[in-house]
């Protein structure tokens, strides 16, 4: 044979012989199939290509025809002779030439190879070298591996979240589409840089620094890690970061992001409707509370003087007749005052109160509420003036406000002892705004009582300085109203120096809000 030749007796007797042996020891003993072809055919191969073809002995092999190795046709439906003689022929012009190529085992079983023909000059022979590798396995890997990664790539593109992975190095492994749509900027390419993405993303969030605090944190971090972040724009995105961690080793970090706006808007909307429903439940309590307890007390009275009368009429003088028939008048007055009250909130809580506003002259209504209350400031000797300029127009429901100021003007009387002050102001606070106050020098209340008292679930009912009573009722529907205003209500007050009630009302319609 002619290798054979070539690696012992020439190469025995040549000063390069170890050299040589050397290159007889890599033929032989090569993985890869190595096959020397000359102008005849097949002329040597080492035991690996035996192996690879499924042959007994070399000279099986030199006695086959090298097509006999390839299917009649290639895959891409080439003819096989012809595309090897242009393979050969390309070799032996450039000295190398390297293909894939579909050879044939003895058994007729294909498989797919790597080629490398290489130009050898043998004598004064031009020989050709093939060496053939089985890449059967691994193009069979490879296809696999693509397959899996067409399959991970459909289900992170089909995922409802926004998914992102990088290197520790900041590089993006992958990046979805969702992740994209998410944040509004173009894919991320695998490979490409995090700063630019990163950037992109923090002129979203609503606090970047915190932002690229904890991304720059989590990048040092084994740990997993669950919050949310709040964007400019309303959106909320909850955020989940794992570390990548291949064979103990961690090569970077994971993130998802998943669009909770709707369940956020939907979870405030479930704590505002609690809220209501508490603040209802507390009020209708109140409610209850004031019909089993306040307003069981005149009506006692008006029983329990009704039945005194009815048994002792004929015993009592006229002077003690008079005098029960007043308090009859006064309980039957405050049971009236405590129904009409409850009635009134009752139609606010409905929606049963219409509200329409127009232009009202402050000092005619101001005059006929003093007018009204002056019976009673009269009874404790309490003077009543007030301080305004004249043609001071407000811009409000005329029932609702002569309500207002006479529910404060009754409350500065009750609370106001004998010989007492009240003081109504109105002033023009800006272009847009009203200001009135009502002043007494009564007993004042603490700042805790101050701060229940337009609460309906908050029980506020105090005895006046001649023991009158109240709910605290008339105070609620004040503030109701005040509200249906567009308005504003407060006080300020200081035990035993006294109190000021102030309301702040449009003085004139808001265009702004018509429109």
Known sequence: ???????????????????????????????????????????????????????????????KDPCDFAPEKQPDGEDSREIASRHVGKALQDGTNFFTWTHCRKDGTPFLAEVLLSRIQFEDETIVRGTVRDVTAREKYKAD??????????????????????????????ANRRFAEMWHIPQPQAGSVDETLLMSVMIQVMDPEAFLKKVRKLYDSIENDVDMLHLKDGQVFARKSSPLIIDGIMVGRLWSFNDITNYKRAEDEIKLKNEELTVLNKTKDKFFSIIAHDLRAPFNTLLGLTSLLSDELSDLTPTQIREYVDSLKNSANNAYCLMEGLLDWSRMQQGAVSCNPEPIDLEPLIEQSIIIALEQATAKNIQITYELNSGITVYADLNMLKFIIRNLLNNAIKFTPDMGNIVIEGRIVDDDNVEISVRDNGIGMSRSIAADLFQIDKQVSRRGTNSETGSGLGLVLCKEFVDKLNGKIWVESEENKGTTFFISIPSHENTDKAV
Request: hydrophobic letters at 40%.
């Open 1 to 63: 044979m002619i290798a054979k030749t070539f690696f012992s007796k020439h190469v025995q007797s040549s000063p390069g012989y170890r050299r040589q042996n050397l290159h007889h020891e890599v033929f032989e003993h090569s993985r890869d199939a190595i096959l020397l072809l000359g102008s005849r055919g097949f002329i040597d191969c080492n035991q690996a290509a035996l192996d690879l073809f499924g042959l007994d002995s070399i000279d099986e092999l030199i006695s």
């Open 145 to 174: 591996l693509n397959r899996k990664r067409a399959e991970l790539n459909g289900v992170i593109n089909t995922t409802h979240d926004g998914i992102l992975a990088v290197d520790l190095h900041g590089r993006v492994i992958v």
